[in-house]
T-cell receptor
């Protein structure tokens, strides 16, 4: 039981490039989330999903898109990366409602030059 | 102590001492609270949770206290060990129509051998 996994662990992009971050969970959780974590700031919710085929915007959705084609996977896409998107990205999942315990992946460090 | 929305405070303790990490929350409608531990370069790890119908909950070496009157949450770690060194942050279920977790910025705990 791996829990929540994320790929890649680290990536460097140039401004304007695109990429997709992959999150996978093997706990059969309905809810999945993408957060970013920046120095001096708490986790900020980018997008979330309440089930396969559904997505919703969080606090800071601009510049990101997501897809939940399979229950176990939640993809985060950056269509045209900007330096302001340099951050550590965490995926999380929860079994119950949106406000219940979330289990986090190890994170993806993204540097946009 | 920590407050959702303020700077990252620090706490330095000697190995073997007890640690107390504080968190102030602002939403009186919050009914569920979680403490997470985040080690350097890793994702947040669930430690313990508590619901608003309780004022104390104990785990292995950890105790969470909830004071709803003053909207205060604390995490007590008994016999602190070097492996406890990490950032600790609380999260609250903000309740209402915006049913999601809101995360604090955290407290850095350093355990001196």
């Amino acid at each position: 039981n791996a829990g929540v996994t994320q790929t890649p662990k680290f990536r460097v992009l140039k401004t304007g490039q695109s990429m997709t971050l992959l999150c996978a969970q093997d706990m059969n959780h309905e809810y999945m989330y993408w957060y970013r974590q920046d120095p001096g700031m708490g986790l900020r919710l980018i997008h979330y999903s309440v089930g396969e085929g559904t997505t919703a915007k969080g606090e800071v959705p601009d510049g990101y898109n997501v897809s939940r084609l399979k229950k176990q996977n939640f993809l985060l896409g950056l269509e045209s990366a900007a330096p302001s998107q340099t951050s550590v990205y965490f995926c999380a999942s929860s079994q119950l409602a949106l406000g219940e315990t979330q289990y986090f992946g190890p994170g993806t460090r993204l540097l946009v030059l | 102590g920590e407050s959702v929305g303020l700077h990252l405070p620090t706490l330095s303790v000697q190995e073997g001492d007890n640690s107390i990490i504080n968190c102030a929350y602002s939403n009186s409608a919050s009914d569920y609270f979680i403490w997470y531990k985040q080690e350097s370069g890793k994702g947040p790890q669930f430690i313990i949770d508590i619901r608003s119908n309780m004022d104390k909950r104990q785990g292995q070496r950890v105790t969470v206290l909830l004071n709803k009157t003053v909207k205060h949450l604390s995490l007590q770690i008994a016999a602190t060990q070097p492996g406890d060194s990490a950032v600790y942050f609380c999260a609250e279920n903000s309740g209402g129509s915006n049913y999601k977790l809101t995360f604090g910025k955290g407290t850095l705990l350093t355990v001196n051998p």
